[in-house]
């Protein structure tokens, strides 16, 4: 197999030591990339470069059309975008899978057996980034939906149930309230769904919609929701399934698609060589069957799911029940 | 003492039933009101009142400045404003506040030991019900935070703590994307924060911040947010106690304030004597704290608890372990 030119960014903080440790599995089983380094993040935003991401860099995520990406720190203080939703933005990466599903018994639950994948919609609603200040003492942000952006996750998200083998597709909206956007959402998951009928559909007003969630996420299976009630609960969905420590995304796009850990950098473990590198692994594997290597992205998650089964654990998430070593970064990845 | 005139609305579905034993209860452990019932809900939207409520209503709520409601049915099909919005917004209750504290072992929960009280914001932010259609395929919301609104909800919160023995008061924003509107949540809430210096205070951003309120709730006390983020939030913390069915809520505002249950009207229930009065009856606790008649609100809170620690359990928190009878609504309020 040729290589598959990717684009890489070891990003801040912890980043690098998971990025190092996720690279080294993937190229294991054997995956047939040809990583190119970019500068992220902290570096490049204490440059003065607002956005975290130096031009040249564009040039190579347009080339490979996959980035995968490493967590990076913002730096404090004001004037700094996220080079995050400014990636998302301006590649089109339309769509933001997240897949959650508990380990149990080896990453302690309360959930067993859920196995949900939240579909979120990436580039529209109040992140669109439209705010402004009023009068001295009034500030608003826009939200908004397109039709075409809100048909097009929500064809996504049946798309990715059909082909990933899943029964139903549920859709979260509050359009008892915001009947203009969210009732956009919610009729164009109804006309959408008549297109599936092999697939169940189902619609929840989101306050009891993420209520029913949090408490018995096992009635659930694809999720697709908005931009911003997506980043809440599938923050929600990854940590009850054990941590958001251990979640990975795709952010797709009919160009380019960005694959990434959802925690953060985590500066105060940064260089320690203790990190789990397991959200951005997971993100690797969605990137392999992205990239059409879907044996190679089969063989690091069995490896992996092997590795957690036997009891190595990195500290995070070892336990006295089912941890038979903790384990550092790198020896997580060795094994 | 004089009795206190109170408006009262029976609701629809099994509004009626719960309305009924709950004021039976007040009565019964003395409180000393004097209900003056309302119409709201199904049959007056059915006459063509968009709103759900008539003129001659409004007087009774401006002249009692207490509400005590049952949950209400909304027609389906569009044309009809939300009641509890219109309500809110035109008698201006900033403040809702969401006790949800688990009842462990007595009602199944996997929190044991939770007890968080949710403060949302209840005017502005997305409900504030500018919504427009900008071109065919294109649907806007405004989001609106402003400094008074924001800072007499920070600082509603902060008295509602020191008032109740609480320790710590913590916000939730998502000042990371929406730098002015969250942005001035947060700022707000830090300027406020200094003025109680016997309080903890924290702040986390919304979507980790829900994160660890459905993992691990026990870390919370009460916490402070925005209205769409409590209205999602405040029935997941709901629902991980027990059930939404139990949650009640109090809508304080300087003129007048509303008392409800969380939970719907569960028209499929309507007339069968079964429901769980639990959410009325416990708002209808917080209202006698509110018209100072705490004695009374203890006596209640304790008789529930007593009622519930004794197995006497309606259907819907019926269990093998902890029940001992299973009882109707009525029954269940005799008891
Ligand atoms: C870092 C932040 C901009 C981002 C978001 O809000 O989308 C993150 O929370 C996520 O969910 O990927
Ligand atoms: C019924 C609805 C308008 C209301 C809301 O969204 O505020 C409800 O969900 C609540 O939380 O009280």
Not at 80 to 103: E, H, W
Not at 121 to 143: F, P, S
Not at 301 to 327: C, M, P, Q
Request: charged residues 20%; hydrophobic residues 40%.
């Amino acid at each position: 197999v040729k290589p598959v030119p990717i684009t890489v960014a070891y990003g801040d903080g912890i980043g690098p030591e998971i990025m190092e440790a996720s690279l080294r599995i993937l190229e294991a089983a054997g995956a047939a990339i040809a990583p190119e380094t970019i500068e992220i993040g902290e570096s490049v935003y204490l440059k003065g470069n607002s956005a975290g991401i130096e031009p040249e860099s564009w040039e190579s995520l347009r080339q490979t059309g996959v980035f995968y990406k490493a967590p990076i720190t913002t730096p404090q203080g004001g004037g700094y975008k996220s080079l995050n939703v400014t990636v998302r933005k301006s590649l089109g990466m339309f769509a933001n899978v997240r897949p959650c599903a508990a380990m149990h018994p080896f990453i302690a639950t309360k959930h067993p057996g859920m196995d949900v994948v939240i579909v979120r919609e990436n580039e529209e609603d109040l992140y669109a980034g439209i705010e402004h200040r009023q009068t001295d003492e009034v500030y608003q942000c826009l939200k908004l939906f397109s039709r075409p952006g809100t048909e097009r996750i929500v064809r996504y998200a049946f798309e990715y149930a059909r082909a990933n083998g899943r029964k139903k597709v549920t859709c979260f909206s509050k359009d008892n309230i915001m009947k203009l956007t969210d009732g956009l959402f919610h009729k164009v998951f109804d006309e959408v769904a008549r297109d599936y009928p092999d697939l169940e559909n189902e619609h929840w007003i989101i306050d009891i919609g993420a209520a029913k969630l949090a408490a018995n996420p096992n009635q659930f299976d694809v999720i697709v929701m908005a931009n911003l009630y997506g980043d809440i609960l599938s923050d929600v969905a990854a940590e009850i399934t054990g941590s958001v420590g251990l979640g990975s995304s795709a952010n797709i796009g009919e160009y380019c698609s960005m694959f990434e850990a959802i925690h953060g950098s985590a500066p105060r473990r940064a260089g320690q060589n203790v990190a789990n590198p397991t959200g951005l692994l997971l993100a690797g594997v969605q990137m392999m069957v992205h990239i059409g290597q879907p044996e190679v992205a089969e063989k690091v998650h069995n490896a992996w799911l092997k590795t957690i089964e036997d009891g190595i654990h990195t500290y995070d998430i070892f336990n006295e029940e089912t941890s038979t070593r903790k384990v550092s970064t790198s020896a997580f990845a060795d094994a």
